[in-house]
């Protein structure tokens, strides 16, 4: 694919992107004739429909944007770094540690006593602290060393959550909710949090997509290019990571996004992360904000959790793309 | 050029048109009336997030005031009709429709709607805060709502009028020694097996009524036990909601958790009793209790009026 | 003009195990030097202390006299480029990717590449003769075609030292020869300096300028082909009997391995149908099957 013709598709992408954000503000359980939307935005008058249009679907369009950018930058960026096309964002932690957090958060009281905030940002600090774990567990040396510490690490923690949770059986309830994963809170504060992280996040990782390439030649060719193997390595994760613990933070554990994304993205422009990435970046945007319009539309007033309604959606279109690339049966 | 960009690059195009499509579908899906009935001039419009919360409102005559409800009220029969707003825990209030009634105040139990509870209040929503998860919680919350509603009076009969009949039932067992008392296992569901520790409104009531939680002493409020513990505990008495999933009637309760052995399997005193009742803090909570008090002593306290909560 | 890299005293080390000493060698410029030794003798060890992947535990390795650990590793990849024997890209690569990657020495790994980058790939494409298979999916390639497309990595890194590690495994005759070919030009062309590890006795017999006999991770023997590849050095080395005759067109050292040799040497006994020593043939009496 030539520069041009990528050009074009990025930007194709980014335009889908904004269509479907703003025809997600229609969606929603209130109805507000779509020709009277642009009005209610640009004039500040207050009125309910206002209301809801600017402080209810708006952060939560722009939130599912957000979010589907990072989760399927922190995808593909794992993907790329373990060489393994089952990783995840979460494939060394990340989900364990925030639920941990989010746990403590419950249970301790925290929440009632510094407000609303401190459970995003336990589930923040503690995301970052179990990928922390693993890193040091794991060795520098190798990725290999990595996902298995990431999976011990998962496994271990994620029982502690059960533990804690069984024992104070109150929680159970706000946790759970809190773990499947939804945007219903969203508000334009944790936009403000998240949004910077986020963004950082991702941009670093676009940065870093040539040493992501040339570490997928082994870890001597890299060296033999002048790239210090380990300490891109740990670049790559960090950006990673802190992009994917502001996600988790914002809206919990939402999956197959950041799994899909990637993929899809590779059999329109290969593997070149270089392209790679903000591909599947908007991608993901796209997908989380269909998946949501979906969420609150498909029975409401009740809201389907998102991560369910991605894996319905994702999951056989993904199958169906894949049919229809790849006769030969090989793994992308 | 490779194969690999071609091919799907024209049937993800097709696709993308497809779900571009669908995405104007949901637009034009949904959407609930907008323009509600106005209430009476002198009660506000009121939301409530809770159907216990519903209960006590209708109890107070204010059931006029309501124009949103939880998908889960139930009770009276007139609150079935009240429009939906969703569930009652975070993730399931549709927002949206909340805002949509335009209340001027919504009444929240606060377990589990934190979320719910500050986003509303951040939209410039009132909200008030009424927990409802102990008996103690129902007598708090029954003036609070009067005042609120500006159904004192109505609060203030209701509330005598439950603590009244609180008050007799403790005086009618006042007289039996804790060690008399019976022993009784409250069993949530079967598998797992789990039950109610005193923490809880039905671990309350049943303490209330004479009862002894054979598992009150328990951390949690809702554990899980095992059948052997239960033997072990040998409960005089077993009561059970009325969902377990499906229709349950005695016999099949005890078999399918395995406590045949027990004195209540053997002796038949086994009390079923309407689920929703025993778990929703409201003005119930006395019907409840009349009826657990006549179950565990019924040469002290009378049968009670209705029939109660029994099933 | 082309560094010289050098070894002195080079002792490696994995953990406790020493697995080389005494090495000492000077990759002259213009000139191909070839390790020879049997499997586990030093030689990737040797190339990748050179490469400096692997720091000596004695002696130094330096370029143009200085020590290559005290350089910034961005200019030492400059003038050195390595290839290992086994270099997997898992990854979905086009050959394109791979050896624009080559570049990275030069561009940095931030800014996008030039026309220049673009420019050495395809001289080294066509160096390698697989510029007709430049968008090609790695994993799509046959072996050969993928050693020949990782060798244009190298190759694109524009380096004046090679250090190559087993660089015709997996390639057929023509490709083997035709490489080893296009390494003989850039010595003698633009004064490129390889170092490269063979197993093929006969391939470096001819196209060595220098070359380093190893084994158990010391050096036996280092000069000239013919000086090096005598029967008596082979034998210790590769612990096998062989014959040394002189190539029949420019007399370059021959080696062939005997099955037994009565009296002296180990060998082993030849199968059923093989000739005997006194009956080996001179190649221009093989008779052809059809």
Redesign the interface.
């Given at each position: 694919m030539t520069d041009r013709r990528f050009a074009g598709l990025l930007a194709g992408l980014l335009a889908l992107v904004l269509l479907v954000s703003a025809a997600s503000l229609a969606v929603g359980s209130t109805e507000i004739p779509a020709r009277r939307i642009p009005a209610l935005l640009w004039n500040a008058g207050a009125s309910l429909d206002r209301t809801i249009l600017v402080d209810l679907r708006l952060p939560r369009i722009l939130l599912a944007v957000l979010i589907g950018l990072g989760l399927a930058g922190a995808g593909t960026a794992y993907q790329g770094l373990f060489l393994n096309p089952l990783a995840d964002p979460f494939v060394i932690g990340a989900s364990s540690g925030a639920a941990l957090g989010a746990t403590l958060a419950i249970l301790s009281g925290w929440e009632r006593a510094l407000g609303v905030g401190a459970l995003p940002l336990s589930a923040f600090l503690g995301a970052l602290a179990a990928v922390g774990l693993v890193y040091l567990l794991g060795g520098r040396a190798s990725p290999l060393g990595l996902l298995l510490a990431g999976a011990a690490v998962s496994t271990v923690v994620g029982s502690l959550v059960s533990l804690l949770m069984i024992l104070h059986d109150q929680s159970l309830g706000v946790l759970f909710n809190w773990l499947l994963g939804g945007l219903a809170a969203s508000s334009w504060r944790q936009i403000g949090y998240g949004a910077p992280m986020i963004a950082a996040g991702v941009l670093s990782l676009w940065v870093l997509s040539r040493p992501l390439d040339a570490l997928a030649l082994g870890d001597d060719t890299a060296a033999s290019l002048g790239l210090q193997a380990s300490g891109f390595r740990l670049a790559i994760v960090l950006a990673a990571t802190v992009t994917t613990a502001a996600a988790v933070a914002m809206a919990g554990i939402i999956g197959f996004v950041g799994l899909m994304a990637p993929h899809v993205a590779r059999l329109l422009v290969g593997g070149r992360n270089s392209r790679l990435l903000p591909t599947s970046c908007l991608l993901g945007a796209l997908l989380l904000l269909l998946a949501d319009d979906a969420a609150r539309s498909l029975a409401p007033p009740q809201e389907i959790p998102v991560s369910i309604v991605t894996s319905l959606l994702g999951g056989p279109f993904f199958l169906f793309l894949l049919r229809r690339s790849r006769p030969a049966g090989k793994l992308p | 050029?490779?194969?690999?960009?071609r091919?799907?690059?024209r049937?993800?195009l097709w696709?993308?048109a497809g779900?571009?499509t669908?995405?104007?579908l949901?637009?034009?899906?949904?959407?609930?009336a907008?323009a509600a009935p106005t209430a009476g001039t002198s009660l506000p419009r009121l939301v409530s997030l809770a159907p216990s919360l519903t209960e006590m409102l209708f109890a107070l005559d204010a059931g006029d005031a309501l124009v949103g409800v939880t998908?889960y009220c139930d009770f009276p029969p007139a609150a079935k009709r009240l429009p939906?707003?969703?569930?009652i825990?975070?993730?399931?209030?549709?927002?949206?429709?909340v805002?949509?009634r335009?209340p001027d105040l919504v009444i929240a139990i606060g377990?589990?709607q934190?979320?719910?509870v500050?986003?509303l209040r951040?939209?410039?929503q009132r909200v008030e805060v009424v927990p409802s998860q102990t008996v103690d919680d129902v007598f708090r919350a029954i003036p609070r709502l009067g005042d609120l509603v500006g159904r004192r009076a109505a609060a203030e009969r209701l509330l005598a009028d439950l603590q009244g009949r609180f008050e007799r039932v403790r005086r009618a067992i006042s007289k039996v020694p804790p060690e008399r008392r019976p022993r009784v296992f409250y069993e949530l569901w079967d598998q797992p097996l789990m039950t109610a520790t005193r923490s809880t409104l039905i671990g309350g009531l049943i303490e209330r009524a004479g009862g002894r939680n054979i598992f009150g002493d328990l951390?949690?409020?809702?554990?899980?036990v095992s059948p052997e513990a239960v033997l072990a505990r040998d409960p005089q008495v077993i009561v059970a909601p009325d969902h377990h999933g499906g229709p349950i009637d005695a016999r099949t309760l005890v078999e399918r958790s395995g406590l045949a052995g027990v004195e209540a399997a053997r002796r038949g005193r086994i009390l079923i009793v309407e689920g929703n009742v025993v778990s929703r803090a409201g003005p119930r909570i006395a019907d409840v209790l009349e009826l657990l008090a006549h179950e565990l002593h019924p040469d002290l306290v009378p049968a009670p009026a209705g029939g109660g909560a029994r099933r | 003009m082309t560094p010289r890299l050098a070894a002195r005293g080079l002792a490696c080390a994995y953990g406790a195990r020493t697995v080389l000493e005494g090495f000492d060698l000077v990759a002259e410029p213009g000139t191909i030097t070839v390790l020879l030794g049997p499997n586990g003798a030093g030689k990737s060890t040797a190339l990748r202390a050179l490469a400096r992947l692997l720091p000596p535990r004695a002696g130094a390795v330096t370029l143009d006299g200085r020590e290559i650990w005290r350089l910034p590793r961005r200019s030492f990849v400059r003038e050195v480029a390595f290839l290992p024997q086994i270099e997997v890209a898992a990854w979905p690569m086009t050959v394109e990717q791979l050896v624009l990657l080559g570049r990275l020495p030069h561009r940095g790994w931030l800014l996008p590449y030039s026309a220049r980058d673009h420019e050495a790939v395809a001289v080294a494409l066509a160096q390698v003769e697989l510029t007709d298979l430049v968008r090609r999916d790695l994993d799509s390639l046959s072996g050969g075609e993928r050693r020949r497309a990782m060798l244009a990595r190298a190759l694109a890194q524009e380096a004046r030292v090679l250090l190559l590690d087993e660089p015709g495994a997996h390639l057929d005759l023509r490709h083997q020869t035709e490489l080893f070919l296009l390494l003989r030009r850039l010595t003698r062309e633009r004064g490129v300096a390889v170092v490269s590890s063979l197993h093929d006795l006969n391939l470096a017999a001819i196209f060595a300028d220098r070359a380093v006999l190893l084994s158990g991770g010391r050096v036996l023997a280092q000069g000239a082909p013919r000086e090096v590849m005598t029967p008596e050095l082979l034998r210790a080395a590769f612990g096998i009997a062989v014959e040394v005759i002189p190539h029949p067109r420019n007399g370059a050292p021959l080696i062939l391995p005997v099955f037994s040799e009565a009296g002296a040497g180990k060998g082993l006994e030849a199968p059923a149908g093989v000739p005997a020593p006194d009956e080996i043939l001179r190649p221009a009496e093989v008779p052809y099957e059809r």
């Open positions: - | 050029m490779s194969g690999a960009t091919g799907p690059g049937s993800l696709a993308l779900l571009l669908l995405a104007a949901f637009a034009s899906l949904g959407g609930s907008r998908r939906r707003v969703g569930g825990e975070d993730g399931s209030i549709d927002f949206e429709r805002l949509g335009k377990e589990g934190e979320r719910t500050s986003a951040r939209l410039g951390g949690g409020r809702y554990p899980q | -």
